[in-house]
């Protein structure tokens, strides 16, 4: 019996074996970057928490909050389309009390932030989906489901802003 159980252990040592797994760095589709990259890894939990303070800021008026991360220009490209807007550093709070003049308050609530960076770029960016509840100063109100794709460079500052919105059903 002795042998049988050796045996037995013996042959389930050997069929164990290490098995490597490879895991795919980068991945994805780059049609319209005129760099080197070919494909995207994900960026850090650091750069998600940078754009996910500017979208909370943005909310509560926290203007200091959002001017720690900005670089001195910001690029915003709005979700209705048309032009963008750049805004220098200094001009942010004049911009976020404009935006802000026809709400009594704006509520965000995140869903995710997914960094990513362009493999060969040393900038990242960030896919910020989230729902915002707009309430306004004649006491209507909205629900919009918004992604925002914030770009942050190698300093670790925001300096462009793409929006996506669309309404709540």
Known sequence: MKK???????TAFLSCETKTV?????????ALYPGEGDGFSIGSTEDAQIAVDLILG???????????????SVVYWPPTGGESITSA???I?????????????????IWNAIPHKLKGDNNSSVTVSFKED???KDGT???????????????????????????MN
């Open 22 to 30: 490879e895991v795919e760095k980068s991945a994805g589709i780059v």
């Open 93 to 109: 709070e004049g911009v976020v009390s404009a935006l802000h003049e026809p709400y009594d308050s704006i509520k965000r609530n």
């Open 134 to 136: 707009r309430f306004y």
């Open 141 to 167: 109100q909205e629900s919009l489901r918004i992604i925002d794709r914030i770009f942050i460079d190698e300093k670790k500052k925001i300096y462009r802003i793409h929006q996506w919105t669309a309404q």
């Open 58 to 72: 943005f909310a509560d008026k926290n203007v200091e909050l959002m001017k720690e991360n900005m670089a001195d």
């Open 4 to 10: 049988i159980i050796l045996l037995f252990v013996f």
């Open 89 to 91: 550093l200094s001009e």
